[in-house]
């Protein structure tokens, strides 16, 4: 993958099935990219990117299928916490999940835009557990959480990796003994 | 489709008039604007032609920044990858433009009784100018959608907002000046330019639904 | 070789249809010699449509094909496209002079050729606004293609349903058999002139790119 002149990375090879999978990299390697070139968000520079459901490969992957969650994705800072989770319910077409399990019952009313940075990652983690999307790519989420938070967010992602759901994770460190599909 | 469209205009609609700052912004202009028109020309006669264009543009005018902004908050506030993992560009793209226009709509109604009393056009005329007011806003706030979403997503440089959406929109405007026009003056309307100001500002737009996905295939 | 055979064409049609127009076709009965201005006022008239067109579609094969080539083509014949409108002003400026006693009347369709000219000055003004290498040729491809969406009901529907001081909204209906065929002949050299300027705008951008 370039950008202009600069490769960021290049020769990737690599299958990933269900459960949860590890992208790691020290900032700056690609792994936000290559998050986005999988979630179809960029176009790579060269090479493919397959998504293979029941041993057919996907050629117009949906929007009830594949979901990231990356620092650089923002909700909209002048609607309340409880308006925009709200509107994320209804575009996803499920039901809204608890505030309390992200420790957000007490903002509901507060504006996205005057949370803390710890607090707007609650509810981005939120938004991506809103929906049981058969691939979920998270792109640093333990990011300004709590040891609480990135407790539950990996009870969220083992839970998926349970029921036989896909879940890439880019990260700097290796986290629990979950497999590393790409070191870059 | 339809209540994903129905959720994001609500979206829209709440964000576009929950931030005062736009709708304090154009309210004021249109005030000011129509108060330096109007005081001047206080005992002489103002032709109908000059009334509609002055209207047409202190409307233009006051919403321009709103329509400018339409497309430009998605892309700055970092929602818009948020979208495009969920919903189509086309229903976003859809749902910001008769937003946009609903924005316009609001200050066409709010600024067209005012020019008519400040102007000393007959208060009779009214009735039949708002129906104009708001279809011209609406073509106005459609056709001028896909330009604004360009301009938004190539970041361009500079005040360029101006020049590249003032063309597509002048023929409408033209039209909608002859049109007032003739309201004003009670004379014979002509419904064929109405058609032509509906039937181009619908082309534009459907223009712009048909070709989004190409431009949004991923770059 | 297609290109050579058009620049021998040139001259060939251009020079002679020139010369029938001016010296040969009878002039207008009313506005006399003056009226001869007609045959660099509605060939440029016509082509400013054909180049538009190309670069419409150019534009739409772009969207789907993503060939470069197709952005280029779409951006050079806008280039042209706006010459030929602005000749098309100039000249048409001065038959209004001595048709009908002013240079610019707002006429439908004096006014619709300046809102075109400043729609195709927008699109060249957009296109070197991006920075964004990859979005630059998308973005002018759809404002090409609204802007041509709009040439219809500015060249054809509303000078025809307003007041317009060309006859027959300018579909010279009023021209006599004479005058087509020097009128014909300019178009057809000016048509070969437009294809050898955008084959030489193209092999420019071309050597552009391939030297970067």
Same mark, same amino acid.
């Given at each position: 993958?370039?950008?202009?002149?600069?490769?960021?990375?290049?020769?990737?090879?690599?299958?990933?099935?269900?459960?949860?999978?590890?992208?790691?990299?020290?900032?700056?390697?690609?792994?936000?990219?290559?998050?986005?070139?999988?979630?179809?968000?960029?176009?790579?520079?060269?090479?493919?990117?397959?998504?293979?459901?029941?041993?057919?490969?996907?050629?117009?992957?949906?929007?009830?299928?594949?979901?990231?969650?990356?620092?650089?994705?923002?909700?909209?800072?002048?609607?309340?916490?409880?308006?925009?989770?709200?509107?994320?319910?209804?575009?996803?077409?499920?039901?809204?999940?608890?505030?309390?399990?992200?420790?957000?019952?007490?903002?509901?009313?507060?504006?996205?835009?005057?949370?803390?940075?710890?607090?707007?990652?609650?509810?981005?983690?939120?938004?991506?557990?809103?929906?049981?999307?058969?691939?979920?790519?998270?792109?640093?989420?333990?990011?300004?959480?709590?040891?609480?938070?990135?407790?539950?967010?990996?009870?969220?992602?083992?839970?998926?990796?349970?029921?036989?759901?896909?879940?890439?994770?880019?990260?700097?460190?290796?986290?629990?003994?979950?497999?590393?599909?790409?070191?870059? | 489709?339809?209540?994903?469209?129905?959720?994001?205009?609500?979206?829209?609609?709440?964000?576009?008039?929950?931030?005062?700052?736009?709708?304090?912004?154009?309210?004021?202009?249109?005030?000011?604007?129509?108060?330096?028109?109007?005081?001047?020309?206080?005992?002489?006669?103002?032709?109908?032609?000059?009334?509609?264009?002055?209207?047409?543009?202190?409307?233009?005018?006051?919403?321009?920044?709103?329509?400018?902004?339409?497309?430009?908050?998605?892309?700055?506030?970092?929602?818009?990858?948020?979208?495009?993992?969920?919903?189509?560009?086309?229903?976003?793209?859809?749902?910001?433009?008769?937003?946009?226009?609903?924005?316009?709509?609001?200050?066409?109604?709010?600024?067209?009784?005012?020019?008519?009393?400040?102007?000393?056009?007959?208060?009779?005329?009214?009735?039949?100018?708002?129906?104009?007011?708001?279809?011209?806003?609406?073509?106005?706030?459609?056709?001028?959608?896909?330009?604004?979403?360009?301009?938004?997503?190539?970041?361009?440089?500079?005040?360029?907002?101006?020049?590249?959406?003032?063309?597509?929109?002048?023929?409408?405007?033209?039209?909608?000046?002859?049109?007032?026009?003739?309201?004003?003056?009670?004379?014979?309307?002509?419904?064929?330019?109405?058609?032509?100001?509906?039937?181009?500002?619908?082309?534009?737009?459907?223009?712009?639904?048909?070709?989004?996905?190409?431009?949004?295939?991923?770059? | 070789?297609?290109?050579?055979?058009?620049?021998?064409?040139?001259?060939?049609?251009?020079?002679?249809?020139?010369?029938?127009?001016?010296?040969?076709?009878?002039?207008?009965?009313?506005?006399?010699?003056?009226?001869?201005?007609?045959?660099?006022?509605?060939?440029?008239?016509?082509?400013?449509?054909?180049?538009?067109?190309?670069?419409?579609?150019?534009?739409?094969?772009?969207?789907? *094909? %993503?060939?470069?080539?197709?952005?280029? +083509?779409?951006?050079?014949? =806008?280039? @042209?496209? #706006?010459?030929? $409108?602005?000749?098309?002003?100039?000249?048409?400026?001065?038959?209004?002079?001595?048709?009908?006693?002013?240079?610019?009347?707002?006429?439908? *369709? %004096?006014?619709?050729?300046?809102?075109? +000219?400043?729609?195709?000055? =927008?699109? @060249?003004? #957009?296109?070197? $606004?991006?920075?964004?290498?990859?979005?630059?040729?998308?973005?002018?491809?759809?404002?090409?293609?609204?802007?041509?969406?709009?040439?219809?009901?500015?060249?054809?529907?509303?000078?025809? +349903?307003?007041?317009?001081?060309?006859?027959?909204?300018?579909?010279? $209906?009023?021209?006599?058999?004479?005058?087509?065929?020097?009128?014909?002949?300019?178009?057809?050299?000016?048509?070969?002139?437009?294809?050898?300027?955008?084959?030489?705008?193209?092999?420019?951008?071309?050597?552009?790119?391939?030297?970067?």
């Amino acid at each position: 993958m370039k950008f202009s002149r600069y490769t960021v990375f290049e020769n990737l090879t690599e299958t990933v099935e269900s459960g949860v999978n590890l992208i790691l990299g020290s900032n700056g390697s690609g792994k936000t990219t290559l998050l986005r070139i999988i979630a179809g968000l960029q176009k790579q520079t060269s090479g493919e990117c397959r998504i293979i459901r029941d041993g057919e490969s996907m050629d117009n992957i949906g929007y009830e299928t594949i979901f990231l969650c990356s620092p650089d994705m923002e909700l909209y800072s002048e609607l309340t916490v409880q308006e925009n989770m709200k509107l994320l319910a209804g575009l996803m077409r499920c039901n809204l999940t608890s505030f309390a399990d992200w420790r957000l019952e007490k903002l509901q009313k507060k504006l996205y835009g005057h949370l803390s940075s710890g607090y707007k990652q609650r509810v981005k983690l939120m938004m991506a557990f809103l929906k049981t999307f058969p691939i979920l790519l998270l792109d640093e989420p333990e990011q300004h959480l709590d040891k609480q938070g990135i407790s539950f967010v990996t009870e969220c992602i083992e839970e998926r990796s349970d029921n036989g759901l896909l879940t890439i994770v880019a990260t700097n460190n290796p986290w629990r003994n979950w497999r590393v599909a790409v070191n870059l | 489709m339809l209540s994903t469209f129905k959720l994001l205009l609500a979206k829209e609609i709440k964000l576009i008039f929950k931030g005062k700052d736009l709708l304090g912004y154009a309210i004021g202009i249109a005030i000011v604007m129509s108060i330096a028109v109007s005081m001047p020309s206080a005992r002489i006669k103002i032709p109908e032609t000059a009334g509609s264009a002055l209207m047409w543009l202190i409307i233009l005018f006051s919403c321009v920044e709103a329509l400018q902004r339409t497309f430009t908050d998605e892309m700055s506030g970092k929602t818009s990858d948020l979208m495009k993992l969920l919903v189509s560009p086309s229903l976003v793209f859809l749902s910001k433009v008769f937003s946009s226009s609903v924005f316009t709509i609001v200050i066409a109604l709010f600024t067209t009784p005012l020019l008519v009393l400040w102007l000393g056009f007959p208060i009779s005329r009214l009735p039949s100018m708002l129906p104009i007011a708001v279809v011209g806003s609406l073509a106005i706030g459609l056709s001028q959608g896909i330009v604004s979403y360009l301009l938004a997503r190539g970041s361009s440089k500079g005040m360029i907002y101006p020049l590249v959406v003032m063309p597509i929109v002048l023929p409408i405007l033209i039209s909608l000046v002859i049109l007032t026009t003739q309201f004003l003056e009670a004379s014979s309307i002509s419904y064929t330019l109405l058609v032509v100001v509906i039937a181009q500002s619908l082309a534009i737009l459907l223009v712009g639904i048909a070709f989004l996905p190409l431009l949004e295939r991923a770059v | 070789m297609f290109v050579r055979i058009l620049t021998v064409l040139l001259p060939v049609i251009m020079l002679p249809s020139m010369f029938y127009g001016l010296m040969i076709a009878g002039a207008d009965k009313e506005l006399g010699e003056m009226s001869r201005v007609i045959y660099f006022h509605i060939p440029p008239s016509w082509l400013l449509v054909i180049a538009l067109l190309v670069s419409f579609i150019a534009s739409i094969m772009y969207l789907i *094909k %993503e060939n470069n080539l197709f952005d280029r +083509i779409a951006h050079r014949s =806008a280039e @042209l496209g #706006l010459l030929f $409108s602005i000749i098309a002003t100039v000249t048409g400026s001065i038959y209004a002079y001595f048709a009908w006693g002013s240079a610019w009347n707002w006429d439908p *369709k %004096e006014t619709t050729i300046v809102v075109l +000219i400043i729609l195709y000055i =927008a699109y @060249l003004a #957009l296109r070197s $606004s991006m920075t964004n290498v990859k979005l630059k040729p998308k973005i002018s491809a759809v404002y090409s293609i609204v802007a041509f969406i709009t040439l219809p009901f500015l060249m054809f529907v509303i000078p025809r +349903i307003t007041n317009s001081l060309h006859t027959d909204g300018g579909g010279g $209906s009023s021209l006599t058999a004479q005058m087509r065929i020097g009128i014909y002949g300019m178009t057809l050299g000016l048509l070969i002139l437009y294809i050898l300027l955008l084959n030489l705008a193209l092999r420019i951008d071309k050597k552009k790119e391939l030297s970067q």
